[in-house]
């Protein structure tokens, strides 16, 4: 299920290049007019070297050369810089709106598939990595499709284009210069070679770093109260220096690569220097002088590209490794997904059973142990047991955040499996423990920024669950901001902004799970208020440890070991004097 995102299995190149260029497709015309615009940009600079050389050949017999010939050659030599940087402006903005058109789509397809995926899967992948994946991994394939690509195409083609231009002006100081050549290509493929792992063991441990610091920052005030900063000080130590380790042996290879294509260079023009001498002294003083400062030109101009190769190949490492992760997250299935011939959930009326049903987080470490019960529609019905004992995880299953391995579980008959996932959640309301609010206003959290909710609907709903209290007796009411995570309020005023939030979307069927289990006893009062008005509206799933939210419950299944033991209402119950009675009694002693 996480094997492909934890051992960080790597992909072929061609592969990468091959999906990459899918996301080309739907902007092919855009690139073909840039690589357009880039070949005249290529034909004007090698225009470059040999306009200067001939400049340079009839400067050296100014009698012999008119001033108009030298202005109109100057003339050219600046026209030729500014055409190309003309093309150049036309080319780099086809290609940053291009990019930035790819990126956005792809980061709709990262998120969106992050979304698709099951919960288990989604808890399995630290925070910090998901984030990575959709910022930084993102931003470096946006340099792909913007400048490396096309920086690395223009390259390839000026160097065949300088080495024609050099054969053309004197093909044996070109055979010369070609001695070089197998040189360059070996250093540049070992380059490349050694750049790939280096650049991947640097991602990783950059992925690491945001990793511990998600968990962390969150967690700061755990580290606080117990004292851990220095611990957690020398653990961040440890990250960071992997990640100061990864970089320096990425520099190290960046820093032999250059200077070696510089010697290289330097050695081009000694032997271009020690050849041209022995070649004027058999030719033409003008054409010597011509021929040798135009290919002066075009030795720099060759190894120019060589050298900022290096930049290119760790700026495609960086991109191919931000690539492969993006590819191997969005090649990551969900766990649970709707068959082929998935069926919308038709309005539900409220009937529940569980048809001997098994179900384990791990391979055959059951948690649930041949559970049936059936629930009517309108009923409320609580589960009750200790921690361990399979009541979160039966909600789990009915909202499908997992399937059953054995048995089934039907709702008005159907079998869920069978239905579409969302529209069955749509039709399910649930009210958690541990409540989230997002950065907003409360407008916006009860609403979840639906625009379709209207605000008489919204208040309708804080009103009805008894939130209004609280509302109202604040400076902007509803529409007072929410910080992170809602710290701006208590867990009760949470709590009950996630009741309002469950009721303004009008849901079929209610779950609450251990929703009562961290608020004061004022607040407790006023959700059992709200709780008792739910209660008409259609079935309600409880889970509780605080016994008295769930009296007037229409039945209390309880659950021991996966297995349910006693199922009936709370006085039957009690009668009974069993498991439901003890922990009743003791939890009323303890109160």
């Known amino acids: 299920m996480m094997n492909d995102v934890k051992k960080e299995r790597t992909m072929k190149d061609s592969e990468i290049i091959r999906r990459t260029l899918t996301y080309i497709r739907p902007h092919k015309k855009k690139f073909i007019l840039a690589i357009i615009y880039m070949l005249f940009v290529i034909a004007l600079e090698l225009m470059v070297p040999y306009l200067s050389g001939l400049i340079i050949g009839k400067l050296s017999h100014p009698e012999n050369t008119k001033y108009l010939t030298i202005l109109a050659l100057s003339i050219g030599y600046l026209g030729s810089i500014l055409t190309s940087l003309f093309f150049m402006y036309f080319e780099t903005m086809i290609l940053q709106k291009a990019g930035q058109s790819i990126v956005y789509q792809l980061r709709e397809d990262v998120f969106h598939h992050i979304e698709s995926l099951s919960i288990d899967q989604i808890n399995g992948i ?19 499709y913007t400048n490396i690509l096309i920086n690395l195409l223009k390259n390839i ?9 050099m054969l053309a002006l004197n093909y044996q100081l070109a055979l010369y210069m070609l001695i070089f050549v197998p040189v360059v290509g070996g250093l540049s493929y070992a380059y490349r070679v050694l750049s790939k792992k280096a650049y991947r063991r640097v991602r990783h441990s950059i992925t690491s770093m945001n990793a511990f610091l998600n968990e962390n920052l969150s967690g700061m005030k755990i580290t606080q109260i117990f004292h851990q900063e220095k611990r957690k000080e020398n653990e961040f130590i440890q990250v960071n220096e992997e990640v100061v380790k990864a970089r ?19 050695g081009a023009i000694a032997t271009l220097i020690y050849v041209s001498i022995y070649q004027l002294e058999l030719g033409t003083t003008e054409t010597g002088v011509q021929v040798i400062w135009s290919f002066y030109e075009c030795v720099g101009r060759f190894f120019g590209p060589i050298q900022t190769l290096a930049d290119q190949v760790n700026g495609l490492q960086q991109a191919f490794a931000a690539s492969e992760r993006l590819f191997l997250l969005l090649d990551l299935k969900p766990s649970y997904e709707d068959d082929k011939d998935a069926i919308e959930m038709p309005p539900i009326h409220g009937d529940i059973q569980f048809d001997h049903v098994w179900f384990a987080y791990e391979e055959e470490n059951w948690i649930l142990r041949d559970v049936s019960f059936t629930i009517k529609a309108g009923e409320t019905v609580a589960f009750v047991g200790a921690t361990g004992a ?29 239905v579409k996932i969302q529209s069955l959640r749509k039709q399910i309301g649930q009210m958690l423990q541990d409540v989230f ?28 669950v008894g939130a209004n209290q609280f509302i109202e007796k604040l400076p902007l009411k509803y529409d007072e901001p929410v910080l992170e995570k809602g710290s701006n309020f208590s867990i009760g005023q949470r709590q009950l902004l996630s009741f309002a939030r469950t009721m303004v979307h009008e849901p079929k069927m209610l ?37 008295s939210t769930i009296q007037h419950a229409d039945k209390i299944i309880v659950l021991q070991n ?30």
């Open 126 to 144: 630290p925070i910090g990595k998901l984030v990575s994946r959709v910022t930084s991994d993102t931003n470096a394939i946006n340099d792909l």
């Open 157 to 165: 083609l000026s160097l065949f284009g300088i080495f024609a231009m």
């Open 248 to 266: 320096s042996k990425q520099n190290i290879i960046f820093a032999i690569f250059r200077p070696i294509i510089s010697f290289l260079y330097f």
């Open 390 to 418: 399979g009541k979160t995880t039966i909600l789990s299953l009915l909202t499908r955040n997992y399937d059953v391995q054995k048995g089934t579980i039907y709702i008005d008959g159907i079998d869920i499996k069978k």
């Open 437 to 464: 609010l997002f950065s907003g206003t409360i407008r916006s959290n009860i609403s979840l920024r639906d625009d379709d909710i209207p605000n008489d609907k919204i208040e309708k709903a804080a009103s009805f």
């Open 511 to 547: 779950i609450l799970d251990e929703a009562t289990a961290n608020i004061d006893t004022e607040t407790e009062l006023l959700i059992q208020q709200s709780l008792e008005k739910m209660m008409n509206m259609g079935t309600m799933l409880i889970v509780a440890h605080r016994l």
């Open 562 to 591: 996966g297995k349910i033991i006693e199922e009936g209402t709370h006085q039957a119950l009690l009668k009974e004097k069993g498991y439901y009675y003890n922990l009743y009694r003791l939890q009323f002693e303890n109160e």
